[in-house]
C-alpha cells in the first residue's frame, strides 16, 4: 500500500517540529482500548476490552507532532456456530477468545487550542494522523484453527485531549486500513477499527 503525501501535510509537519520547539515534553501513559469490527461475517467476530501503555513526545507549540510507541493487547471473540450431522445449525454456538499483543507507533499532528508558550495550567488539544501496528504474538484459544495474524496492520485516526498541570487525558478512534489476518484461517478477514481512553503524566524535556 502506497500513502501519497501532500506537500502541504510535509509542511505543516516540519513547521510543527522545527519552528517553535519550546512545549517538547514526554508523556507516560496506560489506559483502555477496544475494538469495532466492521465486518463480523460468520464467525460473528465482536470486539472485548484490551488495553495499552507507552510514552509519546509532544514536539512543537501551539501546532506539534506526536509520536509514540505503546505496547497494546487487543481482545475479540470468535464464535463457531454449532450443527448437527447433516450441516444444519443447531444454535448451539461456541465462543473463543482472540488476543493479540503488538507495538503500537502513532505518527500524529495536532493543534493546542491555547498557546503553550504562555504556559497555561489548562489546555485542549486536537490531533490525527497514521498510526501502525507491529505484531508481536497472537493467540486463539481454539487448537483446530492455526492463527496467522498479518505482521503489520495500518490505520488513520483523530482525536483529542486535555492537559491540567503534569496530567493530560486523551481519547482517539483509529479507522483500520487493512486486514487483521492473513491466510485463509477464517472465512471472514475483518478490518477491525480501534478506540481508546487514556491518562498519563506530562514531563516537560530539557531545552
Do not use: C
Request: no cysteine; net charge neutral; charged share 15%.
Amino acid at each position: 500500500m502506497k500513502l501519497q503525501i501532500k506537500l502541504p501535510v510535509i509542511a505543516l509537519l516540519a513547521s510543527a517540529m522545527f519552528s517553535n520547539l519550546q512545549a517538547q515534553e514526554l508523556r507516560l501513559s496506560g489506559g483502555y482500548n477496544g475494538s469495532n469490527v466492521s465486518e463480523a461475517g460468520p464467525e460473528m467476530w465482536v470486539g472485548r476490552a484490551g488495553y495499552q501503555f507507552g510514552a509519546d513526545v509532544q514536539l512543537g507549540g501551539r501546532w506539534f507532532v506526536q509520536p509514540g510507541i505503546h505496547f497494546q493487547v487487543r481482545n475479540l471473540n470468535y464464535t463457531l456456530a454449532g450443527t448437527d450431522t447433516n450441516g444444519n445449525l443447531t444454535g448451539a454456538n461456541t465462543e473463543f477468545k482472540y488476543t493479540d499483543r503488538s507495538l503500537r507507533v502513532p505518527i500524529m499532528a495536532g493543534l493546542n487550542l491555547m498557546d503553550p508558550a504562555k504556559d497555561p495550567a489548562f489546555n485542549v488539544y486536537l490531533l490525527g494522523g497514521p498510526t501502525a501496528l507491529f505484531m508481536l504474538k497472537a493467540d486463539l484459544d481454539y487448537d483446530a484453527l492455526d492463527v496467522q495474524t498479518s505482521k503489520s496492520q495500518w490505520y488513520i485516526g483523530f482525536g483529542g485531549g486535555a492537559s491540567f498541570s503534569f496530567l493530560f487525558v486523551e481519547g482517539g478512534y483509529d479507522v483500520a486500513m487493512s486486514d487483521v489476518f492473513s491466510g485463509s484461517g477464517f472465512q471472514t478477514n475483518p478490518k477491525v477499527n480501534q478506540f481508546r481512553v487514556l491518562a498519563g503524566l506530562r514531563f516537560r524535556l530539557a531545552q
